[in-house]
């Protein structure tokens, strides 16, 4: 039993690569029998997101898809279709982040999908709402990052528009259709009605950049310019120490009164431009810049010891290899090391979420491609002989087997 929130619900994943598997990965820590269903070729993912052993489980693989079974089915053959129906009449939810002509296609269209199973929720993450002119365009990670206005922000607050250096729409979107999909399953459980989602990803992008950055645009007619100045400023970032950066959020009168007390500059707490609120949002270029040379003669560390007894809010600006050695992350146990058949060791990162009964319970190692097809074509009604014969059609794929040091010996 996989214990969890989530247990007793089957999820069917058509999805690939990042937004679709961050959704379902979260259904699958929290119980749900995630199904990955993949195409001969197996998930792009399994080969972009960086080298491995087995050369099918790339470390972004492994973060996106614990916790699933995985079955390969050529979806261009009609054995593998009929089984893909099969599997759908059991599943209480369906993802996919194929491109809804691509979904019709294959004549599972939403009404497709509801003739198949009329209590199945269906969610499908698109690039852009199929109500409007973009709907058919496609969609990946920096397409949405630029539609969406991320690359904006960078050159509002440093004059060159960039991208955010991971697949940041790709999560939050991702992270957005597990919601969608979890109150879909209560609202069913409650009232019996099934429903059909559609999870967008620039809409989405677009709501998140102008909630924070519309400005004065939110007023009828404007009162003036787009953007949050205060996070927009140049000087809105880490600030430079004697050995590395220490990032700072001094908002409230209190925070900032003890940093310029701490930094040796009481008489700032009475200065014109920083003795308020309104006054250090009006100056704050002036504000984010007095900080620049106060800091350089102490240490991030030192810096942190004297903030942190000031109450005012102040962390490290990591490195990705010291984040990943922080001790606050080692005392709540955010890694573990377990072992793969495969792979050997590997570092999985556990759920930062702590809950006494939420999670699933019995963990599962990201899949190798098609590892489960035989189980669940079993599942599913065909006998051994069927899926042999199946097998032989090239309708599915073998699962794939490691190179261990016993077959080397019968090689």
Same mark, same amino acid.
């Given at each position: 039993?996989?214990?969890?929130?989530?247990?007793?619900?089957?999820?069917?994943?058509?999805?690939?690569?990042?937004?679709?598997?961050?959704?379902?990965?979260?259904?699958?820590?929290?119980?749900?029998?995630?199904?990955?269903?993949?195409?001969?070729?197996?998930?792009?993912?399994?080969?972009?997101?960086?080298?491995?052993?087995?050369?099918?489980?790339?470390?972004?693989?492994?973060?996106?898809?614990?916790?699933?079974?995985?079955?390969?089915?050529?979806?261009?053959?009609?054995?593998?279709?009929?089984?893909?129906?099969?599997?759908?009449?059991?599943?209480?939810?369906?993802?996919?982040?194929?491109?809804?002509?691509?979904?019709?296609?294959?004549?599972?269209?939403?009404?497709?999908?509801?003739?198949?199973?009329?209590?199945?929720?269906?969610?499908?993450?698109?690039?852009?709402?199929?109500?409007?002119?973009?709907?058919?365009?496609?969609?990946?990670?920096?397409?949405?990052?630029?539609?969406?206005?991320?690359?904006?922000?960078?050159?509002?607050?440093?004059?060159?528009?960039?991208?955010?250096?991971?697949?940041?729409?790709?999560?939050?979107?991702?992270?957005?259709?597990?919601?969608?999909?979890?109150?879909?399953?209560?609202?069913?459980?409650?009232?019996?009605?099934?429903?059909?989602?559609?999870?967008?990803?620039?809409?989405?992008?677009?709501?998140?950049?102008?909630?924070?950055?519309?400005?004065?645009?939110?007023?009828?007619?404007?009162?003036?310019?787009?953007?949050?100045?205060?996070?927009?400023?140049?000087?809105?970032?880490?600030?430079?120490?004697?050995?590395?950066?220490?990032?700072?959020?001094?908002?409230?009168?209190?925070?900032?009164?003890?940093?310029?007390?701490?930094?040796?500059?009481?008489?700032?707490?009475?200065?014109?431009?920083?003795?308020?609120?309104?006054?250090?949002?009006?100056?704050?270029?002036?504000?984010?810049?007095?900080?620049?040379?106060?800091?350089?003669?102490?240490?991030?560390? !030192?810096?942190? !010891?004297?903030?942190?007894?000031?109450?005012?809010?102040?962390?490290?600006?990591?490195?990705?290899?010291?984040?990943?050695?922080?001790?606050?992350?080692?005392?709540?146990?955010?890694?573990?090391?377990?072992?793969?058949?495969? !792979?050997?060791?590997?570092?999985?990162?556990?759920?930062?979420?702590?809950?006494?009964?939420?999670?699933?319970?019995?963990?599962?190692?990201?899949?190798?491609?098609? !590892?489960?097809?035989?189980?669940?074509?079993?599942?599913?009604?065909?006998?051994?002989?069927?899926?042999?014969?199946?097998?032989?059609?090239?309708?599915?794929?073998?699962?794939?087997?490691?190179?261990?040091?016993?077959?080397?010996?019968?090689?």
């Amino acid at each position: 039993m996989a214990g969890g929130a989530l247990e007793g619900i089957r999820v069917v994943d058509l999805t690939s690569v990042v937004v679709g598997p961050v959704a379902t990965m979260f259904l699958a820590d929290y119980g749900a029998d995630v199904i990955k269903v993949e195409a001969p070729g197996g998930d792009l993912l399994r080969k972009l997101g960086g080298a491995s052993k087995s050369g099918q489980l790339s470390p972004k693989f492994l973060h996106f898809n614990r916790n699933k079974r995985s079955i390969v089915l050529d979806l261009k053959q009609a054995e593998s279709m009929a089984a893909l129906r099969r599997l759908l009449e059991t599943a209480d939810v369906c993802v996919s982040n194929m491109r809804p002509k691509a979904m019709a296609k294959l004549g599972l269209s939403i009404e497709g999908l509801r003739e198949i199973n009329p209590a199945m929720i269906y969610c499908g993450l698109v690039g852009f709402g199929q109500g409007g002119r973009y709907r058919s365009k496609p969609a990946y990670d920096g397409i949405i990052q630029g539609a969406g206005g991320l690359t904006a922000i960078f050159e509002k607050s440093d004059g060159e528009p960039r991208f955010v250096p991971m697949t940041i729409a790709d999560h939050t979107v991702g992270l957005i259709a597990s919601q969608m999909i979890t109150l879909a399953l209560y609202k069913r459980q409650m009232t019996g009605a099934s429903d059909a989602i559609e999870v967008p990803m620039f809409e989405n992008m677009a709501a998140f950049v102008l909630s924070e950055h519309m400005g004065q645009l939110s007023f009828d007619p404007p009162r003036g310019e787009p953007g949050d100045l205060r996070v927009l400023d140049a000087g809105a970032k880490p600030v430079a120490t004697k050995d590395g950066h220490i990032c700072i959020s001094a908002n409230t009168d209190a925070q900032a009164f003890a940093m310029f007390r701490a930094i040796g500059q009481p008489d700032l707490c009475v200065d014109a431009r920083f003795n308020s609120v309104k006054a250090r949002y009006d100056n704050v270029s002036a504000y984010f810049a007095l900080r620049e040379s106060a800091l350089l003669n102490k240490t991030t560390s !030192e810096w942190i !010891e004297i903030f942190d007894e000031a109450d005012v809010p102040a962390g490290p600006s990591h490195t990705l290899e010291s984040l990943f050695h922080d001790e606050h992350l080692n005392d709540v146990g955010l890694f573990q090391t377990r072992i793969h058949p495969t !792979e050997g060791g590997i570092v999985d990162i556990t759920l930062p979420n702590k809950s006494q009964a939420l999670a699933r319970t019995n963990y599962m190692l990201p899949p190798l491609q098609g !590892e489960h097809t035989r189980e669940i074509l079993t599942e599913l009604g065909y006998t051994a002989a069927d899926i042999d014969s199946t097998f032989v059609s090239g309708s599915v794929a073998e699962p794939y087997a490691p190179v261990t040091k016993d077959t080397l010996k019968h090689a």
